[in-house]
T-cell receptor, first 115, second 115 residues
């Protein structure tokens, strides 16, 4: 069964628009970690954020913000005032104790920001 | 950040060739990983090495043979591959300590094409 679901396959926005990427996860562990990675066309997965299951505070880093809600098992990612350089595939991932902390990735969401 | 490097970046090989992919991490980590990323599929974990010992082999065909001579280097030896093995092969590293796993950092990948 898919542990991480990214329901949006592709999102296309015009520059300066905000874009929110959805991530829903499934786990029975009480201790787990959630991640977001960015994969630009060059191919490398760039780490963006790591959040543990006990820290539900939302986080903001520049134009990026994350909304973690355990009640709905969601860890959504918002890019504010998008730029062309934000065009990439974004992956949400889950790391669980029961899975020896291996990463389970979602299918990814392709974001295209048009000038 | 170029903490994890991979060579070559692109590789084209015939089904009867033997080649090797190389990964090197400069982050002082003690665990290294090989992933396969095929089109339209989530990232698949292939192998995990922790303290130079293989701790995971996700039912990968024997035509893929990993080698971890030390904690900074990881190889993936390829022989008699099939066209369906064409994919982006990503290497990652992390610091595993106790029962916890820290963030995985990825290299730029090797784009492999099997003719």
């Amino acid at each position: 069964a898919q542990k991480v679901t990214q329901a949006q396959t592709e999102i296309s926005v015009v520059e300066k628009e905000d874009v929110t990427l959805d991530c829903v996860y499934e786990t029975r562990d009480t201790t787990y970690y959630l991640f977001w990675y960015k994969q630009p066309p060059s191919g490398e997965l760039v780490f963006l954020i790591r959040r543990n299951s006990f820290d539900e505070q939302n986080e903001i880093s520049g134009r990026y913000s994350w909304n973690f809600q355990k009640s709905t098992s969601s860890f959504n990612f918002t890019i504010t005032a998008s730029q062309v350089v934000d065009s990439a595939v974004y992956f949400c991932a889950l790391s669980e104790v029961a899975n020896d902390y291996k990463l389970s990735f979602g299918a990814g969401t392709t974001v295209t920001v048009r000038a | 950040e170029t903490g994890v490097t991979q060579t070559p970046r692109h590789l084209v090989m015939g089904m009867t060739n033997k080649k090797s992919l190389k990964c090197e991490q400069h982050l002082g980590h003690n665990a290294m990983y090989w992933y396969k990323q095929s089109a339209k599929k989530p990232l698949e974990l292939m192998f995990v090495y922790s303290l130079e010992e293989r701790v995971e082999n996700n039912s990968v065909p024997s035509r893929f043979s990993p080698e971890c001579p030390n904690s900074s280097h990881l190889f993936l030896h390829l022989h008699t591959l099939q066209p369906e093995d064409s994919a982006l092969y990503l290497c990652a590293s992390s610091q595993r300590q106790g029962g916890d796993t820290d963030t995985q950092y990825f290299g730029p990948g090797t784009r492999l094409t099997v003719l």
